[in-house]
């Protein structure tokens, strides 16, 4: 692809979606190990960049969730926030609050913002867990979603996530995102 700058000179692009994705969630701090940009890969078992953690599930298929506490996205209300994790490969950010704005960009991306049904469900979650979301056959305005936890011992715990998708919303979700949704 090539751009016509006003000065007249052409420039190639690409679009800068990729390069900003390198700054996605690289001020979280880890549960796990305490550190910031620093999660582990579960194919490798070792530590690395969220970004490029991301990436490498990205490219093997592997579909991956944000687990955070209250307020999610306070201060981050631009698109970006919300295409980063969608162009990553994320597939749901699960809280125990969003900020408004937030949380209706990442519906908007056809990312599933959810939260916890019950608070004290976030305490559940632990590092290596894998997520499965039931119920997105069904999935409904005001019907919650079910999350199983299945912990690396084996055990597993499940819980209800609350949405607040209407119809509307749905259809961006299953579509992919609201732009999808609309090209369709």
Not at 32 to 61: C, H, L, Q, W
Not at 144 to 158: A, F, I, N, R, V
Request: hydrophobic share 35%; net charge negative.
């Amino acid at each position: 692809n090539r751009a016509l700058l006003s000065s007249g000179i052409n420039a190639e692009y690409g679009g800068h979606l990729n390069n900003i994705s390198n700054n996605f969630l690289i001020t979280a701090v880890n549960s796990e190990n305490g550190a910031m940009n620093s999660i582990k890969n579960v194919t490798s078992g070792e530590f690395g960049p969220v970004p490029a953690t991301a990436r490498d599930y990205k490219a093997a298929g592997i579909g991956w969730v944000v687990v955070g506490d209250e307020n999610y996205g306070e201060g981050s209300s631009r698109e970006h926030a919300a295409l980063e994790p969608r162009h990553l490969g994320g597939k749901a950010i699960i809280v125990r609050s969003f900020a408004r704005i937030h949380e209706t960009n990442l519906k908007k991306q056809g990312m599933l913002p959810l939260t916890f049904a019950d608070p004290a469900d976030y305490d559940k979650v632990q590092p290596g867990d894998k997520v499965s979301l039931l119920g997105l056959t069904d999935f409904a305005p005001g019907v919650p979603l079910t999350c199983k936890l299945t912990h690396t011992d084996g055990s597993t715990d499940e819980f209800s996530l609350n949405h607040t998708f209407n119809e509307n919303q749905i259809g961006w979700f299953k579509a992919g995102s609201a732009l999808n949704k609309m090209a369709s």
